[in-house]
Antibody, heavy 120, light 112 residues
Framework: QVQLVESGGAVVQPGRSLRLSCVVS????????MHWVRQAPGKGLEWVSVISSDGSKIDYADSVKGRFTISRDNSKDTLYLEMNSLRVEDTAVYYCAKMKTRLAYSCEYWGLGTLVTVSS | DIVMTQSPLSLPVTPGEPASISCRSSQSLVHSDGYSYLDWYLQRPGESPHLLIY???TRASGVPDRFSGSGSGTDFTLKISRVEPEDVGVYYC?????????FGQGTRLDIK
């Protein structure tokens, strides 16, 4: 069955960096685009970033553009999110999600999430 | 960017009764293939979100047929024919047509 397992969440101070990982199984990772979506405590879902199956197309939410970098290693079935210059408002559970098709941005499968807390 | 607006934001429902949630997009979600790229997700308490409906009306694998989606263009509706206790949670619509994808604010369904 499809599994997505995020890791790397931690408590960090504002201005520091963190790298999240998402290891997948149960599907051909290199054939699908992938998302990062976050959820601040008690809040709704916020889309963060998307990367195409081959890594050639990438986009970010305005709130993270210039600070976060999405990447993938198809040989390791792993998605990454490099987070720099972290802010208090980046505190959230970060989910990785598999795109359903090449065309639609639908999030077909989700991981359990990893918690990032930015606090001094 | 496309903005998604849901209503109501809170929905208390008696078990066995129907429920309906509306979602409106600021731009048409109709793709050139004719489908409306509108998803519905449910996030149960303490769980990750999961996909319920895509293309506005197609149920994802394993989703009970008491859930139905309708609408096209900019106006969409999620209906639950008879609410069951396991339907409690927050429902989100999301436009899947273009980047950046965008979620609605969420509608919290709970049992009366």
């Amino acid at each position: 069955q499809v599994q997505l397992v995020e890791s790397g969440g931690a408590v960090v101070q504002p201005g520091r960096s963190l790298r999240l990982s998402c290891v997948v199984s149960g599907f051909t990772f290199g054939s699908y685009g992938m998302h990062w979506v976050r959820q601040a405590p008690g809040k709704g879902l916020e889309w963060v970033s998307v990367i195409s199956s081959d890594g050639s197309k990438i986009d970010y939410a305005d709130s993270v553009k210039g600070r976060f970098t999405i990447s993938r290693d198809n040989s390791k079935d792993t998605l990454y999110l490099e987070m720099n210059s972290l802010r208090v408002e980046d505190t959230a559970v970060y989910y990785c999600a598999k795109m359903k098709t090449r065309l639609a941005y639908s999030c077909e499968y989700w991981g359990l999430g990893t918690l990032v807390t930015v606090s001094s | 960017d496309i903005v998604m607006t849901q209503s109501p934001l809170s929905l208390p429902v008696t078990p066995g009764e129907p429920a309906s949630i509306s979602c409106r997009s600021s731009q048409s979600l109709v793709h050139s293939d004719g489908y409306s790229y509108l998803d519905w997700y449910l996030q149960r308490p303490g769980e990750s979100p999961h996909l319920l409906i895509y293309f506005g009306y197609t149920r994802a694998s394993g989703v009970p047929d008491r859930f139905s989606g309708s609408g096209s263009g900019t106006d969409f509706t999620l209906k639950i024919s008879r609410v069951e206790p396991e339907d409690v949670g927050v429902y989100y619509c999301m436009q899947a047509l273009q980047s950046p994808p965008a979620f609605g604010q969420g509608t919290r369904l709970d049992i009366k």
